[in-house]
């Protein structure tokens, strides 16, 4: 039978592959299956020996040295294949590796937990921000702007839009190696300005919650909108490593617009994207994730939404409106929780419908869209991907009001400043409606 040998590799060691590689590797044979048999063996040959499947290995945590060890030995004799990045936070490394490596990595490595496919991650597609009560926020005589706070867009770059002028302090391209701020999708700068944009180009008109934050771009997604388990862990290990390095001028947030398909592990804990978040997490970062765009159906919220630790963010429609009123509604495309592991979420729902915020001209977006422009300066998008920035924007404002509060006193603080609805499920709805007046303490 075509392809056997790979089949009895993915029965026998099913217990340490993902379900997308599995697929992957199953999946190498089928389009060849009505080749004559005379070819079988050379064609299988030539798969097992050339085709290069980027996967990210997980060491069990007290034998990540060994196992490092064991990996790089293996490959160093393997052609076509290659160990591209380590990432010993979370005990993993990514990978480039032929079937032929897959299968000896798998018989003769001990210290691997789990293999997993180093499978896609996409981006998730005027009076938001008073809407959130996130206009004009005032605490000890100071209307309180993000100034001194520094937000990383973890997306497919930021351009250096006239709204942002003096603001972009950092930037670092994991997709084409680029030093210069840029964005050839445009999604990443629309989601700049909905966090901080000052409305410089529209008369203060189209502003985000925290028009003075600094902002880092940290670019991992592509011209498309696409990148990498790999490229996003790479951009969040970076923020890490950013502040042990710049302890006097940290990262205090990441908004993350993006999302996979979340897959079944035995807990949430064991998907790869999660660990790296919740490192950042742990490390005093707080992470604003969105929820998704698989909306209205149940159980579609997107990893790494799907930690139980950081702040996952719905989509609301305020029906263009800049006060809360009981006909707001859940977005249609705002993904539903529980997520696959039973867990509520989201955690909090803010405004994502119709958001115009900064235009990244000639880029993707842009071109494909030329609808959505508003004006030279402007764009008009939808999606997850909006509310989540306006949420980190707003934990700008808490963490200029309090430098010291870490991310789960701002998690509390935002759950019970919320807007509240009875009545309305918290998989939908999470605990309500982002409100920064409420969630910031007045002291």
């Not at 990540?64 to 393997?78: F, P, R, V």
């Not at 430098?403 to 609805?421: M, R, T, V, Y």
Request: contains cysteine; neutral net charge; glycine residues 8%.
């Amino acid at each position: 039978m075509f392809g056997y040998s790979m089949i009895e590799l993915v029965r026998t060691h099913a217990d340490k592959m993902d379900q997308p590689l599995r697929e992957q590797i199953l999946n190498l044979f089928k389009p060849l299956k009505y080749t004559p048999f005379v070819f079988h063996n050379s064609i299988e040959d030539i798969i097992r020996r050339g085709k290069k499947l980027p996967v990210i290995v997980e060491f069990e945590k007290n034998l990540y040295d060994k196992g490092c060890e064991e990996l790089k030995g293996t490959i160093q004799n393997c052609p076509n294949s290659k160990v591209r990045q380590d990432f010993p936070r979370i005990s993993c490394s990514s990978v480039d590796l032929t079937p032929n490596t897959l299968e000896e990595l798998l018989t003769t490595c001990h210290g691997i937990k789990r293999i997993h496919s180093n499978s896609e991650v996409r981006a998730l597609l005027d009076v938001a921000v008073q809407s959130a009560n996130a206009k004009n926020v005032v605490r000890n005589n100071t209307v309180l702007t993000g100034k001194g706070v520094k937000i990383a867009i973890i997306d497919t770059g930021i351009y250096p839009h006239e709204d942002l002028k003096g603001r972009i302090t950092d930037f670092v391209d994991f997709v084409n190696g680029r030093t210069d701020p840029y964005d050839d999708n445009g999604h990443g700068t629309h989601c700049a300005g909905a966090a901080a944009g000052n409305g410089a180009a529209s008369s203060r008109k189209y502003r985000g919650p925290a028009p003075e934050a600094d902002l880092v771009g940290v670019k991992v997604l592509n011209s498309i909108g696409s990148g990498s388990l790999e490229s996003i862990m790479q951009g969040v290990e970076w923020c890490i490593q950013y502040n042990e390095q710049n302890p006097t001028d940290k990262i205090d947030i990441l908004s993350m617009s993006l999302g996979a398909t979340a897959q079944a592990y035995s807990n949430e804990n064991r998907d790869p994207m999660v660990q790296m978040v919740e490192a950042a997490w742990q490390a005093g970062i707080v992470v604003c994730a969105a929820a998704g765009n698989e909306g209205p159906e149940s159980q579609t919220i997107a990893s790494p939404g799907i930690s139980d630790q950081v702040i996952t963010v719905g989509a609301l429609d305020d029906r263009n409106t800049s006060s809360t009123k009981s006909d707001d509604v859940i977005a249609g495309f705002s993904s539903r929780g529980p997520t696959i592991y039973g867990v509520v979420k989201p955690d909090i729902v803010a405004p994502g419908v119709n958001i115009v915020s900064l235009r990244s001209p000639n880029s993707y977006l842009d071109k494909f869209q030329r609808a959505s422009r508003v004006g030279q300066a402007y764009f008009t998008l939808s999606g997850t991907s909006m509310a989540t920035p306006i949420c980190a924007g707003v934990v700008a404002l808490m963490k200029q009001q309090n430098p010291s509060l870490q991310p789960p006193e701002i998690k509390k603080l935002l759950k019970n400043g919320a807007d509240f609805w009875k009545g309305r499920d918290q998989n939908i709805y999470g605990v309500g409606y982002i409100n920064a007046e409420k969630s910031i303490p007045k002291r």
